[in-house]
């Protein structure tokens, strides 16, 4: 539907009666509103659909309540069993790989989904060798293609390449289907998680002290890769697309490394992604907190060793930010310690809520469900 005449839109009276406006010109201010400000007054006490109220958040309006959400890997065996689609056939099976992670949603609660699961998607489609898992395991690669600055060609043909293929058209099979009524999310691997998989992650850490220039050119790389994934992604359909950076943890990089090596690689990348971005980091990166906002993302999804009131204090507005329900709990605790660390969140002033990383198919439904009724309750 094309925009109406100003004459034909519902008239705005003082006090900002807008829920009377139609669902087509709600989700127009959803996704072009350039001020987040904008976004408060369209939707303030406005009842929402998954989509809404996720997008409402993301770019930090005001939405009927907390959305839940998940970027990194999430199914369970449960949900396999459940819908008859099962790892790791899934990874290469568009069809089945949208039905289970719609499942997310219809079972789950969620109200933004990714629906890629596999982390490694752009190493595997580069000639790593793969572990593609189990029902009750993720995919993890097993080679490191890239010796020598020379081997670290993107081709022409990536986009076509398996298992980027299939995240493209699931993707596609996931808005048609399901983009009315829930989020739909893409994934990428941060540049640094990426030159790990492709170089090693011992060559990596030395090549940053002994070939640091060496380091920067293949990260430079990587990025042409993502940058192209990423922005297929937003083509095939996603609302938005997610950037795994788990390699780059408080563990593997120092403030100083950050700042001086991946900080700049981070910025340029994020600044040619044609969408909104969310940027996951793993670990307690609270010594790089200060940082995060040059990175130009849209929202940082924090893990579970982030206090959320420290998260909160440090976005301070300049981003959203989703977190950060341990997953270790998810995996072996009961849903009223989730329902604690909901409501800890939702007292911090946490945008989204989601898990902190990417969990474990042996996560029990109802932990994972947990999520959504705290919410509903709180």
């Known amino acids: 539907m094309g925009l109406q005449s100003k004459a034909h839109l519902p008239e705005c009276r003082a006090g900002f009666d807008l829920p009377v406006l139609p669902a087509w010109l709600r989700h127009f201010f959803l996704l072009s509103s350039p001020s987040p400000h904008t976004l408060v007054a369209v939707e303030r006490a406005t009842a929402m659909n998954s989509r809404e109220r996720f997008l409402t958040a993301l770019k930090g309006g005001q939405p009927d309540r907390a959305p839940v959400a998940h970027v990194a890997a999430m199914t369970t065996v449960e949900l396999q069993q459940s819908t008859g689609c099962f790892m790791p056939a899934v990874h290469l099976d568009a069809e089945q790989q949208a039905r289970l992670m719609a499942a997310n949603h219809d079972i789950l609660g969620f109200d933004a989904v990714s629906f890629i699961i ?3 998607g752009e190493p595997a489609a580069l000639g790593a060798e793969m572990d593609w898992g189990a029902p009750d395991r993720l995919p993890t690669f097993k080679s490191n293609p890239w010796r020598t600055p020379e081997d670290a060609v993107i081709p022409e043909d990536l986009l076509d390449r398996q298992p980027l293929k299939t995240c493209l058209e699931t993707i596609r099979i996931a808005k048609q289907r399901y983009g009315d009524r829930m989020a739909v999310l893409g994934k990428i691997m941060g540049p ?9 992650v011992e060559n990596v850490l030395m090549g940053l002290l002994d070939s640091p220039s060496q380091v920067a050119a293949f990260l430079d790389i990587c990025v042409e890769a993502l940058v192209r994934h990423a922005n297929a992604q937003f083509e095939a359909g996603a609302d938005a697309v997610s950037i795994g950076e788990g390699g780059a943890g408080a563990r593997m990089l120092s403030p100083v490394a950050y700042e001086t090596c991946l900080l700049p690689v981070h910025r340029r990348m994020i600044s040619r992604i044609q969408g909104q971005t969310i940027l996951h980091i793993c670990g307690d990166v609270r010594s790089r907190l200060h940082l995060l906002a040059q ?36 995996l072996c605790a009961a849903p009223p310690e989730i329902a604690r660390q909901v409501d800890e969140n939702l007292a911090a002033g946490v945008h989204i809520i989601s898990p902190g990383c990417a969990t474990s198919p042996r996560c029990p439904n109802a932990n994972l469900r947990a999520l959504a009724d705290a919410i509903s309750r709180h």
């Open 192 to 200: 640094f998680s990426m030159l790990q998989a492709m170089h090693g």
């Open 295 to 330: 990175t130009g993302m849209t929202c940082f999804n924090f893990d579970w060793a982030v206090p959320p009131a420290e998260m909160t204090a440090a976005a301070a507005g300049r981003y959203t930010v989703m977190g950060n329900i341990n997953t270790t709990d998810l």
């Open 118 to 120: 596999n982390f490694f």
